[in-house]
């Protein structure tokens, strides 16, 4: 019943900076650890960051860590990654997935719900 709409994304110059957002409805996110994902074309998909439940833990993937940092509101069902200095090889699509938990956890696998994705084109 969860759905997840990302939105933020659009075309920026190298080392600018983008808030991507994932808006749920149909239930609350008080029980979803939430991830980030990103496909680039012609490549696998790969995990980003993840938040746990109530945002108390936090991981990064060594690609972006230190330019990226993901959030959580409860109260408005939404999560963010700011991502700063942006890069081409930050160019690709960019997922939020939800995954169904009663404990605090970080999710890098076993996502249950997924959005559509955001695209980012970081290019001059």
């Known amino acids: 019943q969860l759905q997840l709409v990302e939105s933020g994304g659009g075309l920026v110059q190298p080392g600018g900076s983008l808030r991507l957002s994932c808006a749920a409805s149909?239930?609350?996110?008080?029980?979803?650890?939430m991830a980030w994902f990103r496909q680039a074309p012609g490549k696998e998909r790969e995990w980003v960051s993840c938040?746990?439940?109530?945002?108390?833990?936090?991981n990064y993937a060594d690609s972006v860590k230190g330019r990226a940092t993901i959030s959580r509101d409860n109260a408005k069902n939404t999560v963010y990654l700011q991502m700063n200095s942006l890069q081409p090889e930050d160019t690709a699509v960019y997922y939020c997935?939800?995954?169904?938990?009663?404990?605090?956890?970080?999710?890098?696998?076993?996502?249950?719900?997924w959005g559509k994705g955001t695209l980012v084109t970081v290019s001059s």
């Open positions: 938040v746990s439940r109530t945002g108390g833990i936090a």
């Open positions: 997935a939800a995954r169904r938990t009663y404990v605090a956890l970080c999710p890098k696998d076993a996502l249950d719900v």
């Open positions: 149909g239930n609350t996110l008080d029980y979803y650890a």
